[in-house]
Each structure stands twice: as C-alpha cells, then as structure tokens.
Nanobody
Framework: QVQLVESGGGLVQAGGSLRLSCAAS????????MGWFRQAPGKEREFVAT????????YFADSVKGRFTISRDNAKNMVYLQMNSLKPEDTAVYYC?????????????????WGKGTLVTVSS
C-alpha cells in the first residue's frame, strides 16, 4: 500500500512559479514510477509529467514541456513538480500518482495509487 500526499498548491499570477511536492509512504517507493496529472473544472483528468524509478527518464505533456520539470528523491520518498511560467490554463487540481513499473506513468489507466490533489490557481 502506498499513500500519496500533495502539497504546495496555491494562487499565483500568470508568469509565476510554484513547486508541488508529493510525499509517499511505503518502503517500496523507489520501485514505482511517479506522475503528475491535473484536472481543470469541467474537464477530464490529464497527464502532466512522469519520472521513472531511477530518475533516468522523464516525459512531459506538450502543454507543459519547457516550463515544468519533475524530480524525485527516493531517500526522502518525495517527488516534485516545478512549474514555471505559469499560465491561467494551468489552473487545475494537481494529483500525484504512482505505478509499480520500471517504465513511465503516462495514463490514468496505469495508476496504482492516487493522492487527493492540491489546487493550483493561476490568475491573469
């Protein structure tokens, strides 16, 4: 069992930055691929970014490529999403997710565990 708790959301002006954190419980954290997804009001949940167990591979949605970075610290059971140059369209609830795989986590269907989410609001 893995529990995920997000933090770091809030209100920011367009062009600003936020760093989201996800704290994971469980001794097998390093064996999971981690991902961030988001869901805007009235829209379906969508993939944002993912990182594999060793941090050797990352992948981003086109909408955030070049603006967001993802990282993890297996010693601390933490994964981070650094969001720069934020836009109003980035406004959403951001969810941390994990999957037991040596690959990446790019689809909701592959998620083993979800966090409860943290709200990011970007004002124009």
């Amino acid at each position: 069992q893995v529990q995920l708790v997000e933090s770091g959301g809030g209100l920011v002006q367009a062009g600003g930055s936020l760093r989201l954190s996800c704290a994971a419980s469980g001794r097998t954290f390093s064996t999971y691929a981690m991902g961030w997804f988001r869901q805007a009001p009235g829209k379906e949940r969508e993939f944002v970014a993912t990182i594999n167990w060793s941090s050797s591979s990352t992948y981003f949605a086109d909408s955030v490529k070049g603006r967001f970075t993802i990282s993890r610290d297996n010693a601390k059971n933490m994964v981070y999403l650094q969001m720069n140059s934020l836009k109003p369209e980035d406004t959403a609830v951001y969810y941390c997710a994990s999957r037991y795989t040596i690959g990446l986590l790019t689809t909701s269907d592959g998620v083993n565990y979800w966090g409860k989410g943290t709200l990011v609001t970007v004002s124009s």
